[in-house]
DNA sequence: CGGTTTTTTGATGGACGTCAACCCAAGTGG
DNA sequence: CCACTTGGGTTGACGTCCATCAAAAAACCG
């Protein structure tokens, strides 16, 4: 099923493009592998030879890095229908590892039978280019993020981007299945309109750099001023606009609280 | 000239590889156009059209973002022979501005026609695919130096960088120079068997995300210790062995002060 | 030698980490 | 059905790293 593959890869580089169909043909040779990992697996660790690169097909996902200390960084999270570890295509080994957060469905692509296609077609090969530039560009905003922003301001921005990307992956499903609705798959759990992030603390603390406490913190104060609600193990933004506004640019000094005035700006993928 | 390309980006992707006799051919058919630049100039500015991608031959540059609050952060310097904004090949905009330090002479390339020549040659997309991996490889170490590691560590750790790639684009130069002696351009400014980083505080504080006080504290504590000294604008790597030491993990709990004796392990291209 | 840019230093405060609890839900075994 | 465990979340007290404000000294430059 290349297709799948296909659309995750338009939908990647850019929302709504599409491959000739002489591209789709051409991936349709690569017939992938499916594995399947329950949540909470390692999938690879860092440093262990990388001979496939990996599409998510179902399930949720992060690469991480430990460090001397103990602590840890999560470099990336991975939702349905996105690529794994795209910068590793020319690397011999993992830079980061991998590990699910619930239960997984990964299609593995061999990467030498990808990159000798790169002969047989430069449009292949200006794709993978494309989708890897998409990847820097996201790695660069996380990076001024992280120096440049507050904590308020990265936790709203982490949770819209969740937030979207999983949207979008949700929207690619329906997508596919409107197209051929041969399946009788239908989304078993009730699909709640309002959105729900359900990613631990300590994930969150990780990835944006911060501590659990802290992250517990901040957490409190957007639900107190009524952006988010805690449910169960989840998040609920109860309030986007609100969100947006303070992962945008919020003014914290008490001098001028000009509340969510000004619209949200940098953004990795949210917008 | 297009040999000078192809030392850096053999240089740039991994140390000592080479090209085949076929590419060289390939890339000299893509002559460049050479610009200068003096010190402190824009090159050019975030937003821009994006449509060539450039060699630094002389001079040093950085590309860097602006904040809303007025606050910058820079995203990566260049020394020469190394090649800005790689992952914007497949872009129409520049997603950073391009500034330069000193004086400085660009080599530009035409992106289509360098894209177009990957139908020709499956082997320049893998470079290139190669390269941009590299360079994102380095993105993801700096993003997690910023978030995890202590303004110490990050200094020091960025004093070696600079020194390394210094280094080894004099060593480039040497190596052109005697494998070919038909030019006498020699270096004229003495230079220093001692590593000289010349780099203004400010922009290693916009660098490192810090305030230009902090840097210039953290600079004197290392002065303290011996591992630098500032010559006129410049800093002195005289103790290379007791930076690594920091930059890798050093011991700041004063229980087991064990000083400088844990190696160097994360680095983005030292060592 | 002024004038400008860069570096240096001190004082003060805020954002965030660390330590140390306690709570709550879900499972597990008797 | 209840003790026990386990994994997350929540909260307070306290300390530290680093930003900010402010001002002076040094280095460079014409």
Chains 1, 2 share one sequence.
């Not at 009524?226 to 008490?254: H, Q, V």
Request: glycine content about 6%.
């Amino acid at each position: 099923m290349a297709r799948a593959l296909i659309q995750a890869l338009t939908g990647n580089v850019e929302f709504g493009e599409s491959l000739s169909a002489k591209e789709r043909l051409l991936l349709n040779s690569f017939p992938p592998q499916k594995l399947e990992f329950e949540k909470n697996t390692v999938v690879f660790r860092e440093g262990e030879p990388a001979n496939q690169f990996l599409l998510v097909e179902k399930g949720v996902c992060f690469t991480h890095r430990h460090l001397e200390d103990g602590s840890r960084q999560i470099i990336e999270f991975y939702f349905p229908r996105e690529v794994v570890a795209l910068g590793e295509l020319s690397k011999a080994h993992h830079s980061a590892g991998l590990m699910t957060l619930s239960d997984t469905v990964l299609a593995v692509y061999d990467k030498d039978e990808i990159t000798q296609g790169f002969s047989e077609s430069p449009e292949l090969s200006r794709l993978f280019i494309r989708m890897i530039s998409k990847q820097q560009a996201n790695l660069t905003e996380r990076l001024v993020g992280l120096t440049r922003y507050s904590a308020r301001q990265r936790m709203a921005h982490f949770l819209l981007e969740v937030d979207f990307r999983l949207k979008r992956s949700e929207m690619l499903d329906f997508q596919e299945l409107s197209g051929k609705c041969s399946q009788t798959v239908m989304p078993e759990e009730t699909t709640p309109n309002r959105s729900l992030v359900k990613i631990p603390q300590v994930l969150i603390a990780d990835s944006l750099g911060l501590s659990i406490v802290h992250v517990n913190r901040i957490l409190r104060q957007l639900r107190e001023q009524g952006c988010i609600a805690t449910r169960g193990y989840g998040i609920e933004l109860s309030d986007i606009k609100a969100l947006k506004g303070i992962a945008g640019w919020a003014a914290e000094n008490p001098t001028a609280p000009k509340d969510a005035v000004t619209p949200a700006i940098p953004s990795i993928s949210v917008e």
